[in-house]
C-alpha cells in the first residue's frame, strides 16, 4: 500500500523509488503484486506518465486513510512512553483559574519541566480553534460541537450576603423581596441584570403558580465588572450579590457570607474540561488532563458529598 500511495503521489515510479530508497524493479513487483492480490488494474502505465484507473483512484483513496491513520497509531505509542515536552495553550475563567487551574499547572510544571504553559484567564468563552487552545474549563451547558468534554462538577449560581448586612437590612424569603435591598451586580456572571429564579412552592400569590422560572430585572446599587469586586462588597456588607458557588465557598464556610433564597436558585451548572484531542492526541495534552480532571472531580466544592 505504501509503495502504491507513493507511486500515485510522486507521479511515477521512477520518482516512488527515490522517495522509499528501494530500486524501480522492487517498485514494479510491489504495484503488481497489489494489482494480481485485489484482481483489479489500479494503474495505466505509459511512457510518458502513469495514470489511475477508476478502480484505483477509488483505491488509493482508502489507502490513504488508512496510512495515516497507521501513521497515528504509531506515533501515539511512541508519544505515550515519552516525557511529555512543549507548549500547552489553557484557558479558564479568572476566579475559577486561580483557584483551581494556577494550583494544578504549577505542579504538573514541576514534575514536566520541558512543558511550557500558557494560561489564559479570562471571563469570556474562547473559541478553542480559533485561537489555538489545548485545553479549556468551561462553565454552563455547551453548545453542540465536535470538541470533546469531560464533565468534571458543577456549582451553582446563589445569592449571598454579609450577617452585619441581613441583621440591618432583614433577609429576603422571596425573590420579590430583593426590591427592598441593596443590590451587587458583577457584569462577569450577570451582565444583564436579569436575575432567573426558580419557582418554589414556598412562593406569594404574585409569583408565577404554573412552575415556570421567575425573570427579575433588578436596579443594581453597585455594578461591578469582576467577580472579585463584587465578593469584596457583599463581604463589606455592601448588599447582596449573586456569584457562583465555588467563589463564595470560602467566605461561607468561615461565616463571612451567608447564603439566601436557596430554595429558588437555578439548576445548577455543569463544569467541563474541553479539548480537542482525540485519544491518538500528544502525552502532553493528555497527561495534563488526566490530572485536572482528577483534581477536579476530587474537589469538595464542584462534587459535594
Known amino acids: 500500500m505504501r509503495v502504491f500511495a507513493s507511486v500515485a503521489e510522486e507521479g511515477g515510479f521512477a520518482a516512488a523509488s527515490r522517495k522509499l530508497d ?10 503488481v503484486a497489489l494489482e494480481e492480490q485485489l484482481g483489479a488494474r489500479l494503474l495505466q502505465r505509459t511512457t510518458r506518465n502513469v495514470r489511475f484507473t477508476d478502480a484505483g483512484r477509488q483505491y488509493y483513496e482508502h489507502v490513504r486513510a488508512i496510512l495515516v491513520s497507521i501513521a497515528e497509531a504509531n ?3 511512541a508519544d505515550s512512553n515519552a516525557t511529555p515536552r512543549g507548549t500547552l495553550s489553557i484557558t479558564a475563567p479568572v476566579m475559577f483559574g486561580r483557584m483551581f487551574v494556577m494550583p494544578c499547572i504549577i505542579d504538573y510544571m514541576q514534575r514536566y519541566p520541558q512543558v511550557k504553559i500558557i494560561a489564559h484567564l479570562v471571563d ?13 474549563i468551561r462553565i454552563g451547558h455547551l453548545p453542540d460541537s465536535g470538541l470533546r468534554a469531560i464533565k468534571v462538577g458543577e456549582v451553582r449560581r446563589v445569592l449571598c450576603a454579609s450577617p452585619a448586612y441581613l441583621e440591618k437590612s432583614g433577609t429576603p424569603k422571596l425573590p420579590a423581596d430583593l426590591s427592598k435591598h441593596s443590590i451587587i451586580s458583577s457584569s462577569a456572571v450577570s451582565p444583564h441584570t436579569e ?12 409569583e408565577p403558580s404554573n412552575g415556570e422560572p421567575l425573570l427579575l430585572r433588578m436596579d443594581p446599587r453597585l455594578t461591578v465588572t469582576s467577580n472579585d469586586a463584587a465578593l469584596a ?5 455592601l448588599g447582596i450579590a449573586r456569584l457562583l458557588s465555588y467563589q463564595v465557598w470560602s467566605e461561607v464556610e468561615n461565616k463571612a457570607l451567608r447564603l439566601i433564597l436557596e430554595t429558588f436558585e437555578e439548576a445548577p451548572w455543569p463544569v467541563h474540561v474541553v479539548h480537542r484531542e482525540d485519544k491518538l492526541g500528544s502525552s502532553k495534552v493528555r497527561s495534563f488532563i488526566d490530572e485536572m480532571v482528577e483534581n477536579l472531580r476530587s474537589h469538595p466544592t464542584l462534587n459535594p458529598k
Do not use: C, K, Q, Y
Open 233 to 237: 462588597a457583599a463581604v463589606g456588607g
Open 22 to 31: 528501494i530500486s524501480p524493479a522492487a517498485v514494479t513487483r510491489a504495484v
Open 75 to 77: 506515533e501515539a505509542v
Open 124 to 136: 469570556r468563552v474562547t473559541n478553542l480553534v480559533d485561537e489555538g487552545m489545548d485545553v479549556a
Open 195 to 206: 436575575w432567573h429564579f426558580r419557582s418554589s412552592s414556598e412562593r406569594s400569590h404574585s
